[in-house]
């Protein structure tokens, strides 16, 4: 006599080869993310003595929290012996008004060319999104001068206008983009309503923008963060970010290279994205989705 | 209070052309009801004479000022969408109030307002939702009050009620009457419902292809329709058309058909009709059961259909090999499958050229 299952309730899940080859896919990828992150927060707390012994994937034998202590505020770069203090110091200086005013700006623009059609708004999107695609690199001379010329050269300020203005095409796209999955209408209405220019923007468009203000901030934060040769550039000697001073450490080890202390400068730099993908991986996820699907 | 004025308007979308040289006169104070099938470009229209959408040519009056480059805020109107756009995170309340708060109007009155049109609307147990905990109907009254409580010179209205249950557009059919009449603010009102044109409108416009085909009192549209489109288009069970041709007769005409002919002698014709193929619109309700008068052409059938309808009932028979629609009363014993004669009431039909479709 044999139990017929009647069928009432969830569908019973069974293990397909499609469900495990997927999870066998996934796990193979996170070690490939896993494992160099392993190496590093575990060198990071290992004395010398022990690195030299060459057990890289080991758990350290002798746990120590010094070469955080070094990196942090007396790894040397060149003369100086400050640690990646300072530059910390400097990324938050230079990230917080760049991820405002590059946010601020974008929806803003965005915006405009979404319901505003402007006359040329689709050869100027097109400029700029061209400007996006050119390297970096192509830039950096020709805006060292004009920035010396006009002062900025060597500042905080100089640096934010730079961030602001390598992050415009990307946000306006990403604005121009949420902004056009948006109904018409509901601008429409608030133009028969009376509102004007700003006041629709204020009180009809940006409440519903949470999402998309969300991915571009992590965007934003991200990428200002990790930013490297802009910085080197145009914040000049005070105003270097941590990444630019974390290079010289590692750089300029004289003698054997202290790989804890690297590893540990590394991990304090990396701290901040990484912070951000953990908090807001959800939202991220969710931000994107609500940009590409209507509504 | 204004009068709209749209004059030799052309509107463009893209490459498409919506409207070319169209002009619409609403007099001050005036409850114009637009009507016509779907994609005839009333939205459109309503667009434009807000101001949301650019005229490639002509004019646009409101007020006795020339609005046709004017932003929408400053044309005085009101408007409910065909889709509602409700500000998605702003509360009923807040949704309602939104277009005094931009305009500075003191709190005590934007509360007093705000009050007025939830009374009206049955909105109150609603006020603190958003839209998206809304029902469509429920939405669809947000929607009308947020254009009442800014209580415009000129208000436009697309579909307003087609969400609703039949009982409350009824009720919001008499409010918005009455609102009229004791506001007097101009009103051009899209609706699909003839119940609803033919009850409020002062005129209506029957819109085709982005053409008006006949702009008049409900009363001419249903009893005198300019051509055979508004004949069609007006009346539910539509108009029963008869094709034939016009000869004379005696002093007068006659039009035979594939099952005879009948006298339009009691016709009265907009001018001296020159013969020929035309088509005799005759409504159900014009068709009287029982063995015609002297006077009259009659002829026989059997019912096919018998749709009751409460207070009155459809039957269906065919006449000159075509179905034919007779309304009687709902206390009629006609059967389904019973012969029945009938007879048409010639002074009230309708007759149109059949090449041109005007009427005759
Ligand atoms: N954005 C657009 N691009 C191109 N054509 C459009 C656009 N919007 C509307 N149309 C066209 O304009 C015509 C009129 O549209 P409109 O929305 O005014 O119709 P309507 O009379 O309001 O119809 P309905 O009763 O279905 O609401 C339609 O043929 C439609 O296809
Ligand atoms: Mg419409």
Redesign the interface.
């Known amino acids: 006599m044999s139990a017929v299952a009647v069928p009432q309730g969830p569908r019973p899940r069974s293990l397909s080869i499609g469900r495990l080859s997927v999870y066998g896919f996934l796990i193979v990828v996170a070690l490939c993310f896993l494992v160099p992150l392993w190496v590093m927060i575990a060198t990071s707390f290992k004395t010398m003595d022990e690195i030299r012994l060459g057990h890289v994937l080991a758990w350290p034998a002798s746990f120590t929290i010094e070469p955080w202590l070094k990196a942090w505020s007396s790894a040397c770069t060149g003369l100086a012996c400050d640690g990646v203090k300072i530059g910390f110091w400097n990324s938050v200086r230079i990230l917080i008004p760049s991820v405002i005013a590059s946010i601020a700006i974008g929806s803003l623009t965005g915006y405009a060319m979404t319901f505003y059609r402007v006359r040329g708004a689709r050869t100027l999107f097109v400029i700029l999104l061209l400007g996006a695609f050119i390297p970096y690199q192509v830039f950096l001379y020709p805006l060292v001068r004009m920035f010396s010329s006009i002062g900025l050269y060597d500042s905080l300020t100089g640096i934010v206008v730079v961030h602001v203005v390598f992050g415009l095409p990307l946000m306006t796209l990403l604005f121009r983009n949420y902004y056009g999955a948006l109904?018409i209408?509901?601008f429409?209405?608030?133009?028969?309503?009376?509102?004007?220019f700003l006041?629709i923007l204020r009180?009809?468009i940006l409440?519903?923008s949470s999402p998309i203000l969300i991915v571009a901030t992590i965007l934003q934060v991200t990428g200002i963060w990790n930013d490297f040769i802009l910085g080197l550039t145009f914040a000049g000697r005070s105003n270097r970010p941590m990444t630019v001073l974390l290079n010289n450490i590692v750089n300029s080890t004289q003698g054997e290279a202290a790989y804890n202390v690297d590893m540990a400068a590394t991990i304090i730099t990396a701290l901040v994205p990484l912070a951000v993908y953990f908090f807001s991986g959800r939202w991220f996820v969710r931000g994107i989705a609500a940009g590409a699907v209507k509504g | 209070m204004s009068a709209v004025s749209v004059r030799d308007v052309g509107v463009r979308i893209g490459a498409v052309s919506i409207f070319e040289n169209f002009s619409l006169e609403i007099k001050e104070g005036e409850f114009v009801v637009l009507l016509g099938p779907s994609g005839c470009g009333k939205s459109t229209l309503l667009?434009a004479i807000?101001?949301?959408l650019d005229v490639a040519e002509g004019q646009i009056w409101i007020g006795g000022k020339n609005v046709t480059w004017a932003?929408?805020?400053d044309r005085g109107?009101?408007?409910v969408?065909q889709?509602y756009?409700?500000?998605?995170?702003?509360s009923v309340e807040e949704n309602l109030s939104?277009?005094l708060r931009?305009?500075k109007t003191p709190k005590a009155e934007i509360a007093a307002r705000v009050a007025k049109a939830a009374r009206m609307l049955q909105l109150e147990p609603l006020l603190r939702r958003k839209p998206a905990e809304l029902s469509g109907g429920q939405r669809q009254r947000v929607a009308i009050g947020?254009a009442l409580v800014?209580n415009c010179p000129v208000f436009l209205f697309d579909e307003p009620l087609s969400n609703l249950d039949a009982q409350l557009r009824n009720e919001l059919r008499v409010e918005i009457k009455k609102l009229h009449q004791e506001l007097g603010n101009t009103m051009i009102y899209v609706t699909h419902d003839q119940v609803e044109a033919l009850t409020l409108a002062d005129r209506i416009a029957v819109m085709k292809g982005g053409v008006v085909q006949q702009y008049a009192s409900p009363y001419d549209i249903h009893r005198h329709p300019a051509n055979l489109f508004v004949a069609g288009f007006i009346g539910s069970p539509a108009m029963n058309m008869i094709e034939g041709s016009l000869v004379p007769n005696g002093p007068g005409w006659r039009l035979d058909h594939a099952g005879g002919s009948i006298d339009m002698s009691r016709y009265a014709f907009a001018a001296p009709p020159a013969g020929g193929p035309a088509i005799v619109g005759v409504r159900p309700e014009n068709i009287a059961i029982g063995v015609a008068p002297a006077e009259r052409s009659g002829a026989q059938g059997r019912v096919t259909i018998v749709e009751p309808m409460g207070g009155e009932t459809i039957l269906w028979t065919s006449f000159a090999g075509k179905p034919m629609t007779i309304r009687v009363d709902g206390e009629s014993p006609v059967r389904l499958g019973d012969e029945i004669s009938f007879h048409f009431d010639v002074a009230r039909a309708s007759a149109f050229d059949a090449q041109t479709g005007r009427r005759l």
Not at chain 1, 188 to 196: E, F, P, S, T
Request: charged share 20%; hydrophobic share 45%.
């Open positions: 109904p209408e509901l429409n209405a608030a133009r028969v309503d009376g509102a004007g006041a009180h009809v409440p519903m | 667009n807000a101001g949301l932003e929408p805020r109107v009101g408007m969408f889709s756009s409700l500000y998605p995170r702003m939104f277009g931009i305009a947020r800014r």
